[in-house]
């Protein structure tokens, strides 16, 4: 009986491993993937598109001859009816989205999704600091949104300061975040930052081109370079614990000084000339300490 019942466990197992896109999507009751999610080369996924497009030309004809029973419908349609993890499916799974179509799919609606408005921005020694934007201690910036959803950043020090990333790891949409919590990663060649959650909630939408080209948060922090869209769940609570207006332009300027006083004191380093921060300070003074700097300002380190 055991042994039937870790039979019933592994079948399980590989099951839910191995469901057709069809399935998981809830197109057919039951189907298990034997082509390794090559959809291109598979004849039931070939033979299912063409019976979804055949369906939806006869109901765009209003065809009333179409037999009533037949529900067959795109993938994509039901994959995109769902929302956040229960859009999950196995090329998602298994890291495979550049095979899957559906995906391309999304990022051409990314492509026309709306930039968030320019903010207003005051410049303190180089640096651009958002003054109608809410700022966390975490150096990211928080953007009300339509629909009670809030836009997520990376603010211009932390940028400045850092330099720009090689690599970014957005959270999954669907994932829950938690407040003052890590929930996504900067990477520089070997270094690693993890970023402060500034509020409560479930990712709703990634920026796919800062995925794809990291360098975009840091060229662009506030407006082609957002990086996460948030449904929040205590936004007037997170929000009562960030920086606003004129606050985030005298903390941003505490925030530059407290990083001259590392420059001054570092053995060996010399201020910058000028009125303006550099940028890419760990990049042009790597003797500060990459964890260092993360811990001093990201808080995560």
């Not at 189907?31 to 109901?59: I, Y």
């Not at 950043?153 to 669907?174: C, E, R, W």
């Not at 370079?225 to 614990?241: D, M, S």
Request: charged letters at 25%; a negative charge.
């Amino acid at each position: 009986m055991v042994m039937l019942g870790a039979t019933s466990m592994a079948e399980k197992i590989i099951e839910s491993k191995n469901r057709c896109i069809w399935m998981d999507a809830g197109v057919v009751q039951f189907k298990l993937c034997d082509s390794d999610f090559d959809c291109l080369s598979c004849e039931f996924d070939r033979a299912m598109t063409e019976s979804a497009a055949q369906q939806l030309a006869r109901r765009q004809l209003a065809d009333k001859s179409a037999p009533r029973e037949v529900k067959a419908v795109p993938w994509e349609t039901k994959m995109r009816q769902r929302f956040g993890e229960r859009r999950d499916c196995p090329l998602m799974k298994s890291n495979l989205c550049h095979h899957c179509s559906f995906d391309e799919l999304l990022e051409e609606q990314f492509d026309s999704f709306l930039a968030p408005e320019n903010p207003r921005v005051h410049e303190i020694f180089g640096i651009r600091v958002t003054t109608s934007n809410f700022l966390h201690r975490g150096h990211t910036w928080v953007a009300l949104e339509d629909g009670n959803r809030v836009r997520l950043g990376l603010d211009d020090f932390s940028q400045k300061v850092l330099g720009p990333a090689t690599k970014i790891n957005l959270p999954k949409v669907g994932q829950q975040i938690i407040a003052n919590e890590p929930f996504m990663a900067l990477g520089r060649n070997r270094n690693k930052a993890e970023v402060l959650a500034p509020l409560d909630g479930i990712i709703e939408a990634v920026n796919p081109k800062a995925g794809k080209r990291p360098q975009i948060a840091h060229d662009d922090p506030y407006v082609e370079g957002w990086l996460v869209i948030i449904a929040p769940g205590n936004l007037k609570g997170n929000l009562q614990e960030m920086l606003f207006g004129q606050c985030n332009i005298a903390w941003t300027e505490s925030e530059i000084i407290k990083l001259l006083g590392m420059l001054q004191t570092a053995p060996g380093l010399t201020l910058p000339s000028g009125g303006a921060l550099m940028d890419d300070v760990y990049g042009n003074y790597p003797q500060l300490g990459w964890k260092r700097l993360v811990h001093e300002f990201l808080h995560t380190a």
